[in-house]
């Protein structure tokens, strides 16, 4: 695919990632970012336009240089995309795009499509938290609908708390209150779909976070078949609703009695799949650009038990002592600066 020109918007670690599959596939990338070249993607790209997001002479003459764009993170404004022109092939797509960046609208999704949620209300002041408290009368997230990730923008809420004060802590014009899940396991499905529809599931993976941060993750998961039918399942149903084209990931809930519960959606590759680069016999990276370059979806097969664990700046000196075990596959990002809860690096390592 020597003559592909895929453009990624963003220059992250996922954006970096992936242009690392495409070289393997001959295919050369451009990054649009308002950040500089010596950002993870730009260190490893083949061209770099640094741009804000709203410039629009910018993102048109990007647009004019590549075949198809990947979003590498999900609060790319649906303005960005809405510019390209018709004959370049979008990922995920501005109907998923749009979805992923709200959290109700995630919910109500889910819920549309008969996927089981937690209760939860829309807050827009503190009499709404104060009647969804009463209603929910137990433990509750918090959650700002937009721009949360990574345990960001959330709190949790109890009866007895002074909503007033909360409402000003989480410091938004529209939020989510979600009931607290008594869960037993974190799990996490990936999907890639084709512009035609097809679609390939990866091995599902268990995961574990802390300060919701994912700090470790463990596949495939070992889970009835029933629950991973389910799984698949309603990842299909979302992919094929967002007419989703490349990845999906579902984050979900297990309970106690083997039944799951929706959490989110991410249109865009994702941490706890990160394994499936050592692990899977075509990582989630090569799979997204399999899809936006017309090349068929690959082999997804996996070879024994893989675990992730992530590097964050609070961590990372794991990096330098992981580098010393063998059966080690060490992935720094390429950061410049290290800070608190920040993903520097993962390392991969087989069972
Ligand atoms: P999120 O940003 O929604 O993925 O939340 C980050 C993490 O917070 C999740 O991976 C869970 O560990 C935890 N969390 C989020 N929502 C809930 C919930 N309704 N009940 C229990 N834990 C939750």
């Known amino acids: 695919m020597a003559n592909l020109k895929l453009g990624i918007i963003g220059s992250g670690q996922l954006g970096r990632m992936t242009v690392q599959a495409a070289s393997d596939y001959g295919i050369s990338c451009h990054i649009f970012s308002p950040d500089t070249e010596n950002s993870p993607a730009g260190q490893v790209c083949n061209a770099f336009t640094t741009g804000e997001y709203t410039d629009e002479k910018a993102l048109r003459e990007f647009y004019s240089m590549v075949d198809a764009v990947v979003c590498e993170f999900e609060n790319v404004p649906v303005t960005a995309l809405e510019l390209a022109p018709e004959k370049i092939l979008v990922s995920p797509g501005i109907k998923a795009l749009a979805t992923a960046q709200n959290r109700l609208e995630e919910k109500d999704t889910a819920r549309f499509l008969g996927i089981p949620t937690a209760p939860y209300w829309r807050v827009k002041s503190t009499d709404d938290l104060i009647n969804a408290m009463n209603l929910l009368n137990g433990e509750a997230i918090l959650k700002t609908a937009k721009f949360g990730y990574d345990g960001k923008g959330q709190i949790r809420a109890h009866m007895g708390d002074n909503f007033e004060s909360l409402w000003q802590q989480i410091n938004t014009e529209l939020a989510i209150l979600e009931t607290l899940v008594d869960f037993k396991n974190e799990i996490s499905i990936l999907i890639a779909r084709t512009i035609e529809g097809a679609i390939k599931c990866f091995p599902p993976t268990i995961n574990h976070h802390e300060n919701g941060i994912l700090v470790h993750s463990t596949a495939p998961a070992i889970l009835p078949s029933r629950i991973i039918e389910a799984g698949y399942n309603y990842a299909k149903l979302i992919a094929d609703h967002l007419e989703i084209v490349g990845l999906l990931t579902i984050e979900l809930f297990l309970l106690e009695e083997n039944t799951l519960v929706f959490n989110e959606i991410a249109p865009r590759p994702h941490n706890s799949f990160h394994w499936t680069i050592e692990g899977c016999k075509t990582s989630q990276f090569h799979q997204l650009v399999r899809c936006v370059s017309g090349l ?32 080690n596959y060490v992935h720094e990002y390429g950061k410049a600066e290290t800070k608190t809860n920040r993903k520097m690096g993962h390392i991969t390592w087989k069972e």
């Open 296 to 327: 068929p979806l690959g082999d997804v097969s996996v070879d024994g038990r893989w675990h992730m664990e992530n590097i964050l700046g609070q961590t990372a000196a794991r990096i330098s002592s992981g580098y010393h075990a063998s059966g």
